[in-house]
């Protein structure tokens, strides 16, 4: 069944508030960034901004959700369907430091925000909690395939190999989205993530070709 127009159109109006709220968020920060800058910005009055979302703690859960997914296109956009479980495992950590590369001027400031208002518990702290959950049952599926396909033979038990991965790959996120422009490479990345996979799984990247687009971020 087709969606009403007012249906599709109430959807990309919902989208257009987000991705401005998304951009004066790492702008002026979450709290500065008011209701009626972004209805200024997308042409709309405040009251149909509110009509979208009810507060602000509602508008930030939709903006952390729709970072996690510019986060997945990122890292699927790097994946190929020929590729073994080592050359996914690697890529799904260089594209999330990527993404968050790419996106700290904009998305990478808003899963910093994340990142401050977990700690203080709530709704956010589930979001986040969410978040991790779902990346780490990502880095288990690519280590057992990995086990399964006889490429890695791991430094410990899965979960612990997988909960090393996120931990370090969640803080060189969280590095990179406040890094400063071309402060890392394509194959500073390779390297570092090549090294760290290869000391918990002994799976070697050949380095046949290159894993990222871009010389530098």
């Not at 509110?50 to 959700?65: I, P, Q, S």
């Not at 996914?88 to 400031?109: F, I, P, T, Y």
């Not at 401050?116 to 909690?129: C, I, N, Q, T």
């Not at 909960?163 to 803080?171: N, R």
């Amino acid at each position: 069944m087709k969606a009403r127009p007012e249906t599709a159109k109430g959807g990309q109006t919902r989208r257009k508030i987000v991705l401005s709220a998304i951009k004066l968020a790492a702008r002026h920060g979450f709290a500065d960034a008011s209701f009626q800058m972004v209805a200024d910005d997308v042409g709309l009055s405040q009251s149909a901004v509110m009509y979208h979302f009810r507060d602000k703690n509602a508008l930030l859960e939709e903006l952390v959700r729709t970072i996690i997914t510019h986060n997945h296109e990122t890292v699927s956009a790097l994946m190929d369907p020929a590729d073994g479980a080592g050359r996914r495992l690697l890529k799904h950590c260089l594209g999330n430091v990527v993404w968050a590369l790419r996106s700290r001027k904009q998305d990478g400031q808003i899963l910093l925000l994340l990142y401050y208002l977990a700690g203080r518990g709530g709704a956010f702290a589930e979001v986040f909690k969410e978040m991790i959950a779902r990346g780490r049952e990502r880095i288990t599926e690519h280590l057992l395939a990995g086990v399964r396909e006889g490429l890695f033979k791991l430094k410990g038990d899965p979960a612990a190999v997988t909960e090393t991965i996120q931990d370090a790959l969640f803080g060189a996120m969280l590095y990179a989205a406040s890094a400063p422009d071309g402060a890392v490479t394509a194959a500073e990345l390779e390297k570092k993530w090549g090294d760290f996979v290869f000391a918990l799984t002994g799976w070697k990247h050949s380095g046949r070709s290159p894993l990222l687009p871009h010389s530098k971020f």
